[in-house]
């Protein structure tokens, strides 16, 4: 008997003879191991498979250009704009974002670009990216170890001492972070703006904004720690993650990757940077 004649109604995926017919056509079905088509006969005891391809999914891909400061096949560092959440249930996201970015990578253990850590929905900056699952694993260490130096440029509203450290806790945690003012403006509503390099020794949450409110400097365009008679409206948050440090995981190389200032910060402190 014909293959196309017996064949119909043994497979659930295939009821009908011109499903079979288009499923034999597409070489989907073997007798024995070998590819069957519509001439094929068979006359009891073969055994018959039928190879159905996966469905494809149609996932909603998200076009949003980011800017990639450094990549090779395990790691990226992209730059981080303002407005977007890292990760999270939204659509548009920086992680939903990434394999459209990315190069292809071609190692065994590859997966879905991660970031490593988290920057505020409004702060802009150096984020870190893992792109296999070993990479993830020990960029997240890197991170638990205190193995990345992270850099940080804020601008501040008032009069504060020119460097020190703040050992204020947080949630009952340690938290430390390093201050140094590198320059300062004279400013008609705030008295006085500040440029500020930050160095967290920690990494609690919302860490440097809550320190530097906490000293009574809350950083320029901060909603959420800064005195509403200082609110800056419309204009953004001026807090800017500068820069990341750390040993390459698998290449051992010593990586300082740098993210530009934003041009707020540069038109804010010109003398500083013309």
Same mark, same amino acid.
């Given at each position: 008997?014909?293959?196309?004649?017996?064949?119909?109604?043994?497979?659930?995926?295939?009821?009908?003879?011109?499903?079979?017919?288009?499923?034999?056509?597409?070489?989907?079905?073997?007798?024995?191991?070998?590819?069957?088509?519509?001439?094929?006969?068979?006359?009891?005891?073969?055994?018959?498979?039928? !190879?159905?391809?996966?469905?494809?999914?149609?996932?909603?891909?998200?076009?949003?250009?980011?800017?990639?400061?450094?990549?090779?096949?395990?790691?990226?560092?992209?730059?981080?704009?303002?407005?977007?959440?890292?990760?999270?249930?939204?659509?548009?996201?920086?992680?939903?974002?990434?394999?459209?970015?990315?190069?292809?990578?071609?190692?065994?253990?590859?997966?879905?670009?991660?970031?490593?850590?988290?920057?505020?929905?409004?702060?802009?900056?150096?984020?870190?990216?893992?792109?296999?699952?070993?990479?993830?694993?020990?960029?997240?260490?890197?991170?638990?170890?205190?193995?990345?130096? !992270?850099?940080?440029?804020?601008?501040?509203?008032?009069?504060?001492?020119?460097?020190?450290?703040?050992?204020?806790?947080?949630?009952?945690?340690?938290?430390?972070?390093?201050?140094?003012?590198?320059?300062?403006?004279?400013?008609?509503?705030?008295?006085?703006?500040?440029?500020?390099?930050?160095?967290?020794?920690?990494?609690?949450?919302?860490?440097?904004?809550?320190?530097?409110?906490?000293?009574?400097?809350?950083?320029?365009?901060?909603?959420?720690?800064?005195?509403?008679?200082?609110?800056?409206?419309?204009?953004?948050?001026?807090?800017?993650?500068?820069?990341?440090?750390?040993?390459?995981?698998?290449?051992?190389?010593?990586?300082?990757?740098?993210?530009?200032?934003?041009?707020?910060? !540069?038109?804010?402190?010109?003398?500083?940077?013309?």
């Amino acid at each position: 008997m014909r293959l196309q004649e017996y064949g119909v109604g043994i497979f659930k995926a295939v009821v009908t003879k011109s499903a079979l017919k288009k499923v034999l056509k597409k070489q989907q079905i073997t007798v024995n191991g070998a590819l069957a088509s519509t001439a094929t006969w068979i006359s009891g005891g073969e055994l018959i498979v039928l !190879k159905l391809p996966k469905p494809e999914t149609k996932q909603k891909k998200l076009v949003f250009p980011v800017q990639v400061l450094y990549e090779d096949d395990y790691l990226a560092v992209i730059h981080k704009p303002a407005g977007i959440l890292v990760s999270g249930n939204r659509f548009k996201t920086i992680t939903n974002a990434l394999p459209q970015n990315l190069e292809y990578n071609p190692l065994e253990d590859t997966c879905k670009p991660q970031p490593v850590h988290r920057l505020d929905f409004a702060t802009t900056g150096a984020l870190l990216i893992g792109k296999t699952k070993k990479s993830i694993r020990l960029l997240n260490k890197l991170f638990e170890n205190k193995e990345v130096s !992270k850099t940080y440029y804020a601008v501040t509203i008032g009069n504060m001492p020119s460097n020190g450290a703040i050992n204020q806790p947080i949630n009952d945690k340690p938290a430390n972070s390093l201050f140094e003012v590198c320059d300062t403006v004279a400013s008609p509503r705030f008295d006085q703006l500040n440029l500020v390099k930050l160095n967290p020794l920690t990494g609690r949450r919302h860490q440097l904004r809550k320190h530097l409110s906490g000293m009574g400097n809350p950083i320029l365009g901060d909603r959420d720690y800064t005195p509403e008679a200082l609110l800056l409206k419309g204009k953004g948050m001026y807090l800017h993650a500068y820069s990341l440090k750390f040993q390459h995981p698998f290449t051992l190389e010593d990586l300082v990757i740098k993210d530009e200032l934003p041009k707020g910060f !540069k038109k804010l402190f010109f003398s500083k940077f013309s």
